[in-house]
């Protein structure tokens, strides 16, 4: 047993951008010679996300059109009332979604769905650079 | 330290179905013979997620409600215009939920609340079969 | 690599309590002489939930304001005609959130974000104790 730490670093184009992290992750992980474990995705900053969907261009408006509903940029933050970067609805977002997910794998592959991938959601209101935390755990 | 993974399967009953596999984790972190550490139990697939919950009939309604709240069918989903499969709503509510549950264990035991179970979610509009992994990291 | 279980025991002042356990999480990974690894964060229990926020004014009152637009407590919640315990809309805010987090860490310090902590929510209706697991994994 071993641990492996990989950072990815991104651009992000502003609130909403999705990328498709699989196959950096998928590339850590064989990097990594390990055989069976879990890899966990860790976005240091709390204005982006991580989770799992069917990376398609339909999907990519859908999913940010559902958070808008959730919470709206258009709500008075109590975070904008202090801080005055238009974000308070990011935050919120991120919250909800969550840092972070731990993917598992077997013989060297991680055990996603074949229309399931691995995304990093920016939620802030602003272009970012984003380093990505790929922890790597096994044998 | 050592790394079991187990395949749980299910055949699922269609959207909202709701499956306890509480026990089904538990015995397969019994079967390891491993004393402390964590499990996580991972959806391949992109209309399924994982949560807990206490598994009672009354909530097995309500957490759907909520879903169709949030993510209602009713919408017009890019989704639906480009693969016509009905599910856009199921994507991104399992999007938001997410495809995996981290639960530790200490002494054999999950670390669950007594109220507290191990749900796997099917979200998608049909009846389907999963194969849940469970990988388990411990010693 | 070793895995080492610690508990951190929190009092919640009821509904809506948001808890900063950044430090109690660092000062067990530091406690553990673990250099590299994961930490999972835990809660037993189905009323309670851990994210990661800007832990700062505002957000502790946006966060639970937006849970209350997707959950709202005046809804006729199934749970709540079985058990009247008032609670139907803190199960279900739960489960979206999620009972657990995991957070790597590298030279011994969380990969966290300056403005990024960790997180308990108390989402029940009334002051709770918890009794969090904090499982780390590492070496």
């Known amino acids: 047993m071993t641990v492996i730490t990989k950072q990815l670093s991104l651009n992000t184009r502003g609130e909403g951008d999705m990328l498709d992290v699989t196959r950096n992750v998928a590339e850590a992980v064989g990097e990594s010679n390990l055989k069976n474990g879990i890899v966990t995705v860790f976005v240091p900053g709390s204005t982006g996300a991580l989770t799992t969907i069917e990376f398609e261009p339909g999907l990519l408006m859908d999913l940010p059109d559902i958070l808008e509903r959730v ?69």
């Open 71 to 139: 919470a709206p940029k258009s709500l008075a933050y109590e975070h904008e009332k202090r801080w005055h970067d238009g974000n308070g609805h990011s935050h919120v977002r991120a919250a909800l979604i969550g840092p972070s997910i731990t993917v598992p794998f077997v013989n060297g592959r991680l055990t996603l769905g074949t229309w399931q991938q691995i995304v990093f959601m920016e939620l802030d209101v602003r272009r970012r650079s984003r380093n990505l935390v790929l922890q790597i755990i096994g044998e």
